[in-house]
């Protein structure tokens, strides 16, 4: 298991990085089931975690007893749920099909119902029945939430700037991307969810990515106010698994 103290793991590429992120789920899930008697997993989309989720459906499967993990998504693209942008896609396609998870452990965010304000609402819903959160402050979140971070700051679906970085109550908002990022609509938890997780892993991979990472780590508040992912404060611990192939500094950070 990871020490509370570490926050922060650099791999010679991503293969590795996924790997000991792996390993460092299995763990995780098996205490908090040993525990509680569940686990609660909020999943990323992009192409990132693919390995991850590859890793997590075969060699790593039979150490999970999926009947007990909860599956959800920190963000979808509102497109249908097998579009080849869907984050929902990435992820069943890679992982959850290959698993022997009860259907009704997998919560996707709906895209069904009309319109991003609609789906929010709705897996808000899901959520505050899942957290037991209605018109409470002390409410529960997830056990672990995957994140990654694009080349502009931005995790899950809140981009540097918008207003629903700032969102105090809602845990669910739907969200419009930057124009040159497509598809444009979103759906994404917001920071009253993330930031009462019991843990966040980031997996980062990608070069243009070392710029933001260096402020991240060497001038945090700074970063806090330009990049949503700086932002990221859970209640539990942060962790960082970086592949670092390209990133000529972050190796010897």
Same mark, same amino acid.
């Given at each position: 298991?990871? =020490?509370?103290?570490? +926050?922060?793991? *650099?791999?010679?590429?991503?293969?590795?990085?996924? /790997?000991?992120?792996?390993? %460092?789920?299995?763990?995780?899930?098996?205490? @908090?089931? +040993?525990?509680?008697?569940?686990?609660?997993?909020?999943?990323?989309?992009?192409?990132?975690?693919?390995?991850? $989720?590859?890793?997590?459906?075969?060699?790593?499967?039979?150490?999970?007893?999926?009947?007990?993990?909860?599956?959800?998504?920190?963000?979808?693209?509102?497109?249908? !749920?097998?579009?080849?942008?869907?984050?929902?896609?990435?992820?069943?396609?890679?992982?959850?099909?290959?698993? +022997?998870?009860?259907?009704? +452990?997998?919560?996707? *965010?709906?895209?069904?119902?009309?319109?991003?304000?609609?789906?929010? &609402?709705?897996? &808000?819903?899901?959520?505050?029945?899942?957290?037991?959160?209605?018109?409470?402050?002390? $409410?529960?979140?997830?056990?672990?939430?995957?994140?990654?971070?694009? &080349?502009?700051?931005?995790?899950?679906?809140?981009?540097? @700037?918008?207003?629903?970085?700032? %969102?105090?109550? /809602?845990?669910?908002?739907?969200?419009?991307?930057?124009?040159?990022? =497509?598809?444009?609509?979103?759906?994404?938890?917001?920071?009253?969810?993330?930031? /009462? @997780?019991?843990?966040?892993?980031?997996?980062?991979?990608?070069?243009? =990515?070392?710029?933001?990472?260096?402020?991240?780590?060497?001038?945090?508040? !700074?970063?806090?106010?330009?990049?949503?992912?700086?932002?990221?404060?859970? /209640?539990?611990?942060?962790?960082?698994?970086?592949?670092?192939?390209?990133?000529?500094?972050? !190796?010897?950070?």
């Amino acid at each position: 298991m990871i =020490k509370p103290k570490d +926050n922060k793991f *650099i791999f010679p590429n991503l293969n590795t990085a996924s /790997r000991i992120m792996a390993e %460092e789920i299995v763990d995780l899930i098996n205490s @908090a089931i +040993n525990k509680n008697g569940r686990f609660m997993l909020a999943l990323s989309g992009g192409n990132t975690p693919r390995t991850l $989720y590859g890793l997590l459906a075969s060699e790593f499967s039979n150490k999970i007893p999926w009947e007990h993990v909860h599956l959800f998504w920190g963000d979808e693209r509102y497109v249908p !749920k097998n579009h080849a942008q869907s984050n929902f896609a990435m992820a069943y396609n890679s992982f959850i099909s290959r698993v +022997n998870i009860p259907q009704g +452990n997998v919560h996707r *965010i709906p895209v069904e119902n009309g319109s991003p304000e609609k789906s929010a &609402e709705l897996y &808000e819903m899901l959520l505050k029945k899942m957290f037991d959160s209605t018109e409470k402050n002390d $409410y529960q979140s997830f056990d672990l939430i995957l994140l990654g971070m694009g &080349e502009d700051g931005h995790t899950a679906s809140l981009f540097p @700037a918008n207003p629903v970085l700032f %969102e105090k109550h /809602r845990l669910v908002c739907a969200v419009n991307a930057p124009p040159e990022m =497509k598809p444009i609509h979103r759906i994404t938890i917001t920071f009253p969810i993330i930031d /009462r @997780a019991n843990c966040v892993f980031f997996l980062i991979s990608g070069v243009k =990515k070392e710029r933001i990472l260096k402020l991240i780590f060497n001038k945090t508040e !700074k970063a806090k106010k330009m990049y949503p992912a700086a932002m990221v404060n859970p /209640r539990g611990k942060t962790v960082w698994f970086i592949d670092s192939n390209g990133m000529s500094d972050i !190796k010897s950070m």
